[in-house]
């Protein structure tokens, strides 16, 4: 069968096609041609629903397929060879992959009597080989490409095979592929100097088809698929290989109260180490089948500022500083900041920039944020992120900041994070803006685009690299970016210019090399995947991330060899410890099995008391009372699951839900003088007040990860005492009643996170208790002194640290700043105090170290009302503290003209 170029140009009828329609391989296991889109290939014995079960889409896609899978049924084609394709605007076609499949005669007409989604008068592009053999149209597609426009690609002769890699899964430079000789892959030139050659050897059609996160293959230049999409919130989210699945670390929440810069870098080589083995050997997700690239979506490094928001559970902190150095240590750990450039183990992607706090209308939120916020709040992890630790990439959020959204601002891709703070800025460069799924999409629905081929525009101008379509435009981005260059709006100089930044990342990851693992990652094996190594550091980052609320009278740690009751909701569930974002995971222990498994020598017996978090029913309340009087001491596991809050879902109040409240009155009712220890798992702040006035004991897990309930057992009966500290206030549950949802402005009374809060909160920030006791004592007095004209400038004191108790344990010090004079005012609004340091120490009994801390001046700098960042003549007050109970102060004098560290903001 000849090969032809082209789209298919059809009226209402009948079409069987003798010759198959060329074009590029798509991006997933069904392929397109023409002006087709929203594709689907029909699985054998599994229809597709008549409409999209999510609810996101128009539903043509789906009763295309679903008609689709009625012919190829009918007509005894086989269905795992069907394909469906919904065009952009004109016709339903039904397809196969398989030639020799074809029925001998053409398929009875069946004409489409809905709207197929899209504009008619829209240009579109090919993107697949199959041959279509059944059209359903109500008018023809416009023909690729626009006139005028850019010249449309000749048809290529039939593409050379991509050599296949026994362990690497691309290989476009590998010996006899169809590019190995041209310049792009040879290693004696700069990597500049290849990129440049590489993107002038691309058609304007295949230009395009790198400006979304799932890239459609080059086979006239040997170059796959890739995609851009991927997670790594706190672990690869890829499909386990057999029994051997990705490392899942705790949720963010409960690394943030880790406190241990270490343990965030150790927790980033290790999903940096997993995900490039799924690269190196072509391995790939669940979701669509997407190969595992060489970038990771990782670290979220919003701010926790309201606690109701639905995605408190993937932010690490409340505070800017703390998210900051949690953010660099984990993207070091990822891109191997340890090796010489211009090599990259991954790329890491920050989210969300530059304000994402709710879920309710996320997709049209607009914040109104003041310039002071966002320099002090807003910007600071992000850009500690990005200066200090090589941040690669970052995702711009579906929010619009003062009216102008995240994915469309010259000033927040360009200016600022290009400019002043040098995202890809390096020898070498190479760097990615990707938008969040849908955020381009939604810039007209934000009103601030008319239309697609504008919010295209718009961010492509802005420098947004590459486009998450998964929620919004679907190919149709292919015809907005064609409609903008036909329009001029946009032009092909700055689709190269992105095209540089994120090939470039490609190159420095060694993928154009022509022994794909020669590099210094060549030798990451998928036995890392999941290994007995990384399970031990999950398990360890496990005992960190608890936090010890309560201990009254030593409740804790129990003694084994008792009877202990475990009640709640969740004690027998694994999926209520692990968190989210991620695809596959191992086996996980719950609660109840991981208390069982510690108690030697007694016995555990295990009651729900509600089927499910939300539930309200007291109908298991009569077991629950049986099993507290029957025990010895009690373990009462309350908390909140995905059902109550996650992405695309807020809560309405910070405490439990009733029903989890009832069961906790009726355990504390009926256990009496009993022993009564609470844990919690959450993602967000829980505010409890009941349990910190009446429970024994009260142990903070956040989500455990893979290592589910064995920490928890762990701590409870003393087997480690490696507590963290809080990474955000716990407020009174009336708090909510004063702060408005989607206001984000931090300073409005009674204040936003412990650095402007004015009220007593239930918990505060870094708060957090130990099985031993440790003591602080100045080392060294007198004032320290800083020039405001010297930025390279430290001062140093130092603070002794002793295990006063009669166990080993762990403590976390904290260093803060706060400002005395001049007063903070209106125009002023410096914070109550700002974290500027800290530090995890170990510690057998009797045994002390010297902790040190170096404000800079950036800690003792002011931010104006314009966002500028000065310093200038002023007194401030160092207090060095646990988090809670007694510190040591320090006086810093700052002397000198005023300065200005960081410009105005300009949004």
């Not at 691309?170 to 010996?175: D, F, N, T």
């Not at 059609?205 to 230049?221: T, W």
């Not at 990005?386 to 959020?397: P, Q």
């Not at 460069?429 to 799924?437: L, Q, R």
Request: net charge negative.
């Amino acid at each position: 069968m000849a090969l032809v170029a082209g789209v298919v140009v059809s009226t209402v009828g009948s079409h069987l096609f003798d010759n198959i329609t060329w074009c590029e391989p798509g991006p997933s296991l069904g392929c397109f041609e023409g002006c087709h889109h929203n594709v689907w290939q029909i699985k054998a014995g599994s229809p597709p629903p008549h409409n999209d079960p999510s609810g996101r889409d128009d539903n043509s896609r789906y009763r295309c397929a679903f008609w689709c899978y009625g012919l190829c049924s009918t007509h005894s084609i086989a269905t795992a060879d069907c394909v469906a394709a919904e065009d952009a605007g004109s016709h339903c076609t039904c397809g196969t992959l398989n030639a020799s499949a074809l029925p001998s005669a053409a398929l009875s007409n069946s004409t489409c009597n809905w709207a197929c989604r899209g504009n008619h008068s829209e240009t579109c592009g090919g993107n697949c080989a199959y041959q279509p053999h059944h059209i359903a149209c109500h008018s023809g597609p416009v023909p690729w490409p626009p006139q005028p426009g850019p010249t449309a690609p000749p048809a290529p002769p039939p593409p050379t095979p991509i050599r296949p890699m026994p362990r690497n899964g691309w290989g476009a430079c590998a010996p006899g592929n169809t590019s190995a000789n041209l310049p792009f892959c040879d290693p004696t030139l700069s990597i500049p100097d290849r990129v440049k050659d590489f993107i002038s050897r691309l058609t304007i059609a295949e230009k395009i088809a790198r400006l979304v996160d799932m890239q459609a293959a080059s086979p006239r230049l040997g170059i796959p698929e890739y995609s851009w999409n991927i997670e790594g919130l706190h672990g690869v989210g890829a499909k386990c290989l057999g029994a051997r699945c990705p490392t899942i670390f705790p949720a963010p929440p409960g690394l943030g109260a880790a406190f241990n810069r270490s343990l965030w870098r150790s927790t980033g080589e290790v999903i940096g180490d997993e995900a490039r083995a799924y690269n190196n050997y072509g391995q790939t997700r669940e979701w669509q089948n997407r190969p595992v690239g060489i970038n990771i979506w990782v670290p979220n490094l919003n701010v926790n500022v309201e606690p109701r928001g639905g995605r408190t559970k993937e932010m690490p902190s409340e505070d800017p500083y703390h998210g900051g150095q949690y953010g660099t240590e984990i993207v070091k750990g990822i891109q191997g900041a340890d090796v010489k450039p211009p090599w990259i183990k991954m790329a890491a992607a920050l989210k969300h920039f530059a304000v994402y706090g709710i879920e309710a209308s996320r997709f049209t939120a607009n914040y109104n944020v003041s310039a002071h916020d966002l320099q002090s709040t807003f910007f600071p992890g992000f850009r500690e992120a990005v200066v200090s630790g090589g941040a690669l990439g970052y995702m711009c959020s579906y929010s619009s900041v003062n009216g102008v959204p995240s994915c469309a601002s010259p000033y927040l891709e360009t200016e600022l994070m290009r400019g002043e703070w040098g995202l890809g800025n390096g020898s070498v460069g190479g760097s990615y803006i990707v938008s969040d799924c849908g955020a381009v999409n939604n810039i007209v629905a934000k009103h601030f685009a008319a239309n697609t081929s504008l919010a295209t525009a718009l961010a492509l101008n802005a420098g947004t690299d590459i486009v998450c379509n998964e929620f919004g435009m679907g190919n149709a981005y292919f015809t907005s970016v064609a409609a903008a260059l036909s329009e001029n709006i946009t032009s092909e100089a700055v689709i190269d210019a992105s095209l540089v930044r994120s090939t470039t990342l490609q190159f420095r990851a060694g993928l154009f090399e022509r022994e794909p693992l020669s590099g210094p990652f060549g030798n990451i094996t998928l036995d890392m995947v999941g290994s007995e190594a990384h399970a031990q550091l999950a398990l360890d980052a496990g005992r960190q991330s608890l936090v010890l609320l309560k201990n009254r009278g030593d409740t804790l740690p129990l003694p084994q060899a008792r009877h202990v009751a475990v009640i709640g909701p969740t004690v027998n569930s694994s999926t209520a410890l692990t968190g989210s974002y991620f695809e596959a995971i191992g086996p996980v222990p719950t609660l109840a099995a991981a208390v069982a498994a510690v108690n030697l020598g007694g016995s555990t017996s295990m009651v729900l008391g509600l089927p499910t978090v939300t539930s309200t029913s007291t109908s298991g309340f009569t077991d629950v009372i049986a099993a507290v009087q029957a025990a010895d001491y009690v373990v009462l596991a309350l908390g909140i699951d995905g059902t109550v809050c996650g992405e695309g879902k807020d809560r309405e109040s910070i405490d439990l839900p009733s029903g989890q409240a009832a069961l906790l009155n009726t355990t504390l009712l009926a256990a009496g003088s009993k022993p009564v220890v609470v844990v919690l798992t959450n993602g967000g702040q829980l505010s409890v007040p009941v349990a910190e006035e009446r429970a024994s004991a009260i142990i903070e897990a956040f989500f455990p990860g893979q290592s589910g309930g064995t920490p928890i057992a762990e701590a409870i009966f003393g087997l480690h005492n490696s507590f963290g500290k809080l990474p955000y206030t716990v407020y009174q549950p009336d708090y909510i009643n004063e702060v408005s949802l989607a206001d984000m402005d931090m300073t409005k009374p009674p204040g936003r996170t412990y650095r402007y809060y004015t009220g007593v909160p239930l918990y505060p920030f870094g708060y957090g208790l130990s099985y031993t006791n440790f003591s602080l004592e100045q080392v060294q007095e007198g004032p320290l002194r800083l020039n405001t004209h010297s930025e390279d400038q430290s001062a140093t004191i130092s603070v002794k640290v002793t295990n006063i108790g009669i166990r080993a344990g762990d403590e976390v010090v904290f260093a803060f700043m706060s400002r005395v004079a001049p007063a903070p005012s209106p125009t002023d609004p410096s914070a109550i105090k700002q974290l500027f340091g800290f530090e995890r120490v170990t510690l057998e009994p009797g045994a002390s170290t010297l902790v040190t801390f170096s404000p800079t001046l950036r800690d003792v700098a002011t931010v104006r009302e314009d966002g500028a960042m000065v310093v200038s003549e002023s007194v401030h007050r160092l207090s060095v503290s646990k988090g809670h109970g007694d510190s040591v102060t320090y006086t810093v004098h700052v002397y000198g003209s005023l300065h200005t560290l960081s410009p105005a903001v300009k949004i």
